[in-house]
């Protein structure tokens, strides 16, 4: 299959090359230059990861973003949540309706990046897609080289619009085959463990965190930032009911707890390879995405959800309210909450619907204004 990787960071990385291994034509861009490093001269990636590992040789690696996405059938976006919009406003004029496009993970992007790409007046893709969580937890460990020691063994996707998840979900899957089909796009984005685990583990460490160099995950992750995270988690899954989504909901106690493990976004062990690999031990500052992703957009939608839900989410909020108090500004109520994203004055039915049928729903035009 032809592929377009978007985005030169950790994930980009790691699926460029794991995809490349598995066969597949891959492109690789980045707006950066630097990023690219000496993959620009020589597009070869070496991957060091469970499973497929070794040198993949990518088709290309490029700046330009039309090279990258001609011909491709599917375009994957490793990309932080923040960049959804500028990537929009870039692909829309190099779209065809044929291809797809998959944001991994996505915080209601699949919404967001759609939106974007007509407000810029480009092309709708066949479809939009998004997983709820990273397919590999990876870190670059050498200019031309990536680790990822953990790979999503249950990795839940949505499609926008749903409709076509029929058409899109067997394709993803010959690239993902742990992809677990989910009803829409709302439905998986409150899959996402980010919004639950990465804003208690920041705040509740932020004095190691001030210090310099440190293991979240490692060291971070105490009985009371436990609690904090279990705490989020029940308010979230407690909102995915309210919802009507299904089980299952991948609760965090799925990967602190080994018996429960094979039902979690990640499989057995994963917190010991994460752990045992240091790659996590890096200076987080509040311009990480762990606060500019999972707190100030995934909370925030997690947070309107809930509210659309009747579901009472005070350990959500509270968080909300701390990191708005650290970065100076309102969180609540922006980002991707719904009110935010112009789905606000509809009810949580007309939301399913509108999301089942997007850009041929009668809400779209109201909804791209």
């Given at each position: 299959?032809?592929?377009?990787?978007?985005?030169?960071?950790?994930?980009?990385?790691?699926?460029?090359?794991?995809?490349?291994?598995?066969?597949?034509?891959?492109?690789?861009?980045?707006?950066?230059?630097?990023?690219?490093?000496?993959?620009?001269?020589?597009?070869?990636?070496?991957?060091?990861?469970?499973?497929?590992?070794?040198?993949?040789?990518?088709?290309?690696?490029?700046?330009?973003?039309?090279?990258?996405?001609?011909?491709?059938?599917?375009l994957i976006a490793p990309l932080p949540a923040t960049g959804h919009e500028d990537l929009a406003k870039r692909l829309a004029p190099c779209l065809t309706d044929r291809q797809i496009v998959l944001l991994t993970p996505g915080t209601l992007g699949s919404y967001a990046v759609a939106r974007g790409i007509v407000r810029a007046g480009g092309t709708l893709p066949l479809a939009v897609a998004e997983t709820g969580t990273l397919p590999y937890l990876a870190r670059k460990t050498a200019p031309a080289a990536v680790k990822?020691?953990?790979?999503?063994?249950?990795?839940?996707?949505?499609?926008?619009?749903?409709?076509?998840?029929?058409?899109?979900?067997?394709?993803?899957?010959?690239?993902?085959?742990?992809?677990?089909?989910?009803?829409?796009?709302?439905?998986?984005?409150?899959?996402?463990?980010?919004?639950?685990?990465?804003?208690?583990?920041?705040?509740?460490?932020?004095?190691?965190?001030?210090?310099?160099?440190?293991?979240?995950?490692?060291?971070g992750t105490t009985p009371s930032v436990r609690r904090l995270i279990d705490a989020v988690d029940a308010e979230r899954v407690a909102t995915r009911r309210g919802w009507g989504y299904a089980a299952p909901h991948y609760e965090l106690a799925t990967y602190y707890d080994e018996a429960r493990a094979a039902e979690g976004l990640y499989g057995a062990g994963a917190k010991t390879k994460l752990v045992a690999s240091g790659l996590w031990s890096e200076v987080v500052t509040f311009e990480h995405r762990y606060v500019t992703e999972d707190a100030a957009l995934g909370l925030a939608l997690l947070e309107s959800a809930a509210r659309a839900a009747g579901v009472v989410t005070p350990a959500i909020t509270g968080l909300l309210l701390v990191f708005g108090a650290l970065l100076g500004r309102e969180l609540s109520g922006r980002g991707r909450a719904l009110e935010h994203l112009g789905l606000g004055d509809l009810s949580r039915r007309e939301i399913r619907a509108f999301l089942q049928d997007g850009w041929t729903s009668a809400v779209w035009r109201k909804a791209i204004q």
């Open positions: 299959m032809k592929v377009a990787i978007l985005g030169a960071g950790n994930g980009g990385f790691a699926t460029a090359a794991d995809l490349a291994l598995a066969r597949h034509s891959v492109r690789l861009w980045s707006r950066s230059r630097e990023a690219l490093g000496p993959l620009a001269e020589r597009a070869a990636l070496t991957l060091e990861a469970d499973g497929r590992h070794g040198t993949a040789r990518l088709e290309r690696a490029t700046t330009d973003l039309g090279e990258a996405v001609e011909g491709a059938e599917i990822a020691p953990v790979r999503a063994t249950n990795l839940p996707v949505g499609v926008f619009p749903a409709s076509r998840s029929a058409r899109v979900l067997p394709r993803l899957a010959e690239l993902f085959p742990a992809v677990r089909p989910c009803a829409d796009a709302l439905d998986v984005a409150l899959t996402n463990a980010g919004p639950v685990i990465h804003p208690p583990l920041v705040l509740l460490n932020t004095g190691a965190i001030d210090g310099g160099s440190f293991d979240i995950h490692a060291t």
